[in-house]
């Protein structure tokens, strides 16, 4: 007979029962976390990631950085992996996409809670190189739609030959077409009033006519005068020619 108290020790089949019994509940509980694991979405990969990987690893090695990012963005979007937007944000790198990969590699660092201080460090570089590029970007290649300064128009004279004063305009309002100065007004010129012409040729032979007649008529009336005064006695006439 075997006793159960007293502290004895079970033996026979018995003891090999309640042996059998151990190993059965430890199989349970296993099997039992298992399940537990799996319900809390604790779930393998999906088949063929890892030849996947390399394939995209691959790419990158090869300068093929565009299918490379292509390939880890599908396998970031399957698992859910943060080490994937790691590689992502070096293909934007290569790319020289300074804004996608900023916003990787900070992403990187807030989903992969167990990076340590030197890969930190590291990432921490690779931005900073990445603000760099964007600076020397911006500073090339002006962004759309801002308008690139235009030096002012040379100032137009007004009609007194003064420059007009400077007025501002905005950015936006459309550009004011100056219009032609004015041409001074003429000078007034004096001149003296030309000379007299000749006179017609007419005009003068009636003068010098009539210059002749009257020196003629005053040559007569002078011998009328002086045939007056003669003495008749004086004079003899010969009728029949002596």
């Not at 099997?31 to 790419?59: C, D, H, N, T, W």
């Not at 809670?113 to 970007?137: C, D, F, H, P």
């Not at 235009?150 to 459309?174: E, K, L, Q």
């Amino acid at each position: 007979m075997v006793s159960l108290t007293g502290g004895e020790r079970v033996t026979g089949s018995a003891g090999r029962s309640v042996k059998g019994t151990r190993t059965l509940t430890l199989v349970v509980v296993c099997v039992a976390a298992i399940l537990v694991a799996e319900s809390i979405g604790v779930a393998a990969p999906p088949a063929g990631v890892r030849e996947r990987e390399m394939e995209a690893k691959g790419l990158f090695i090869a300068g093929e950085y565009r299918e490379a990012l292509l390939r880890f963005s599908t396998l970031y979007a399957e698992t859910s992996d943060p080490i994937y937007l790691r590689n992502m944000a070096r293909c934007h790198q290569k790319l020289r996409q300074p804004d996608e990969a900023i916003y990787a590699f900070r992403r990187y660092l807030l989903e992969n809670t167990s990076v340590g201080n030197k890969e930190r460090k590291e990432i921490e570089g690779y931005v900073a190189e990445m603000e760099s590029l964007k600076r020397e970007q911006a500073a090339a290649h002006p962004a759309a739609g801002v308008a690139a300064p235009v030096a002012p128009p040379p100032p137009t004279t007004t009609v007194d030959g003064r420059a007009p004063p400077a007025t501002a305009t905005s950015d936006n309002a459309p550009p004011k077409v100056a219009l032609p100065a004015a041409p001074p007004p003429a000078p007034m010129l004096v001149t003296s009033p030309p000379p007299p012409g000749p006179q017609r040729r007419g005009s003068s032979t009636w003068i010098w006519i009539a210059a002749g007649a009257a020196v003629v008529v005053a040559g007569g009336v002078a011998a009328a005068l002086l045939l007056s005064n003669r003495d008749p006695s004086a004079a003899t006439y010969s009728v029949n020619g002596n």
